[in-house]
Structures are given as C-alpha cells and as structure tokens.
C-alpha cells in the first residue's frame, strides 16, 4: 500500500483547532452524564444536533428502544448521521463516527458510594464528539470535495461487565440499516482525548482491514504525529466490530491505557487540547485528500 499524490480533487487542509474542540468536549461533560433516556442526554443530543445544522449538514436520527436487561424498563436510544456532500456526490463517503453516550456505571470508583453512578465521560465519549463536531466547523468554513458522513452512535458503552450483548448497541442497529454500500471505508473515534496521548494499532481493526489500518497510520507518519504508535497493542471490543461485520471497513483508534476508563475520574482535567488536535489532523488530511484514500484489496 502507498499513498498517491494528491490528485486534482485533493485540498489543503484547514487548520484544526484542539482548543475549541476541547471547548465542546466541556460542553458535552457540563450537561452531565449523558446516560440515554435522561435529561442530560437529551440536552446534549439537541446541542449535537444544532451545533451540525448550523454548520450546514444534513442531520438525519436513528431513533430505537430496547429492553435493559437489569431493570426491564424500556430505554431510548438515538444515533445521530451528520452528511457533508463534496463535487460529486455520487462518489462513496468516508465514515467518522463515536459514541457520544456515557456509561451509565462506575466500573473503578474512587468511593464506594460511586459505584453506581454513571461516569462523566469526558475521554470515553466526548472527545472523539469533540473531534467530530470542530470537524464540521472546518467542512462549513472549507467545504472538503469528498463525501462525508459524521455518525455519533448510542449505546456503545450500556453492558455490564462481561455481558458482551449489551454493548454496541447504536452500532448494531447502524450497521443493520443496509448502509453498507455508502462507505469507501470508516475510522472510529474513543477515549483520543488523553492529556497523554498514545494511539495504538488496533488487534480487531488489524484482523478486520488492516488496508486501513496501514492507510492511517501511514498518514500519521506523513504529518509527523506522535500520539501514533506503528504497533499492535490492544484488542478492544467498540463500535467498530459492529460496523466490520455490517459490512462497513472500519478501524478504531483508541488510546486504551486511559488510567480512567470507566471511572468518576473521567473528568476534562484528564484530556488535552494537543491531543485533540493530533486526532484532528489528522482525520482533516484525510477528508481533504481523498486520491489517497485506500481500496480494499
């Protein structure tokens, strides 16, 4: 696999800007934990929502009940699909996605009264949003020539410990939707916001495309990016296995030596601008630079 030259449709990226990610990264945690069928939640969906019509994409929602398995009570649940079309809007979009719920449990609370409580999700959910949502700023500003969509999935984070089925749960019913045929390929976003930032890759995403894989981290190389690390770490069961077995070609980054996942401790204070905007480049390089875009082999 090489990547290609830029070809004519190809852009200069605009600047990505961590600050004001990480500005809607707080925003996200001011709502409170955004635990799907509470106010907090609905708060937040409607900021997502306004904040991706107001920079001019179509916003579409996926909107599904299940049944929690550990209350029997009917939960609600809303994927949300942001659209940018580029020149030629028949052309295979590129898929960004992250799950934009928070746990609705502390797994490692620094008190014991906090065990069940949901977590902030200041890493583990805001920060791939965070990316996703200044990524829309940036295609309002300098329309991109590719297509695009940005897909924030409900859900991922639901299951208890163990109870793999309850997991993914936004994804699930994406990738069920019979849109498979829309995407050249997909990257998924979660817990890229670490002040110390280190993006392995990915055991799943290596076994399920490692065509993108390599393509990523190929671009990492090309900007210069530290965070990318060019080796297997991790095995992570996300929203990305979901989407690989609906037929999407999806790839995680994910910085899993978070000291705080799924902890009360997942607070802002923990993530970084800097780290934000390392993810952000390098998703802008490769919204603007579709000739370079990998085929599957």
Not at 72 to 101: C, E, F, M, Q
């Amino acid at each position: 696999l090489c990547l290609c030259a830029c070809g004519s449709h190809d852009m200069h990226p605009p600047d990505f800007d961590g600050t004001a990610a990480m500005g809607v990264l707080q925003k996200q945690v001011a709502f409170g934990p955004r635990v799907p069928g509470t106010d907090p939640w609905v708060q937040c969906r409607r900021y997502l929502m306004d904040q991706l019509k107001e920079y001019g994409l179509s916003v579409d929602s996926q909107s599904f009940t299940f049944v929690d398995p550990y209350s029997g009570r009917t939960v609600p649940l809303v994927n949300i699909i942001a659209s940018y079309r580029g020149a030629d809007s028949t052309d295979k979009a590129l898929l960004l996605a992250a799950h934009w719920d928070s746990r609705p449990r502390t797994d490692y609370p620094s008190k014991a009264a906090l065990a069940d409580q949901p977590i902030p999700g200041a890493n583990d959910g805001a920060s791939g949003v965070a990316v996703l949502i200044e990524l829309a700023r940036l295609f309002h500003e300098t329309p991109p020539p590719a297509n695009v969509d940005l897909v924030f999935l409900d859900g991922e984070d639901w299951g208890k410990s163990g109870d793999e089925q309850h997991y993914l749960l936004g994804a699930r019913k994406f990738a069920a939707s019979g849109l498979s045929d829309r995407y050249r390929f997909g990257i998924l976003l979660d817990m890229i916001g670490d002040a110390d930032l280190r993006i392995y890759r990915e055991g799943l995403s290596e076994q399920y495309v490692k065509f993108v894989n390599d393509y990523v981290w190929q671009s990492a190389a090309r900007l210069g990016l530290p965070a990318f690390v060019d080796s297997v770490k991790h095995t992570v069961l996300d929203d990305h296995v979901a989407l690989n077995i609906g037929g999407i070609p999806t790839v995680d980054l994910i910085d899993f030596d978070y000291p705080y996942w799924h902890s009360d401790r997942d607070t802002p204070d923990k993530c970084s601008a800097k780290s934000l905007a390392q993810v952000g480049r390098l998703l802008a390089y490769i919204v603007y630079h579709p000739s370079t875009w990998p085929d599957k082999p």
